[in-house]
């Protein structure tokens, strides 16, 4: 495979997620041009996560739960692991804790804003 054949794939790939991101969350994924950037952090945006209703939140929930659902959230900072203190008690499913899956829903909503 030559340089342009795996940028070729590349794109493709992700053009693939944009319409699976599309279907999952019933937005419209555009195309991204070259001169599209993320939104300035310091301009205000014009509706958060936190301003939409519950009914519009829910398929960034949806999409957080399912893809955290085999993830394990450790409760104790890193360095616990090499004293040898942690036990499996110091571990949480993400998709369980509604901190996690709110954070992880918001995050998701950010970047399908910022791919408008």
């Given at each position: 495979m030559t340089i342009i054949d795996d940028l070729n794939a590349k794109i493709e790939r992700d053009q693939a997620?944009?319409?699976e991101l599309s279907r999952i969350t019933g937005l419209p994924v555009g195309e991204i041009d070259e001169d599209t950037t993320a939104p300035d952090p310091q301009e205000p945006d014009p509706q958060t996560f936190d301003d939409l209703t519950e009914r519009e939140?829910?398929?960034y929930y949806d999409e957080a739960q399912a893809t955290l659902c085999d993830?394990?959230?450790c409760t104790r900072v890193?360095?616990?692991?090499?004293v040898g203190t942690m036990t499996a008690d110091d571990f949480i499913r993400a998709d369980e804790d509604n901190e996690i899956l709110h954070d992880a829903a918001k995050s998701l909503y950010r970047f399908v804003q910022a791919r408008r």
């Open positions: 997620s944009d319409r939140q829910q398929p993830l394990l959230w890193w360095e616990a692991w090499s």
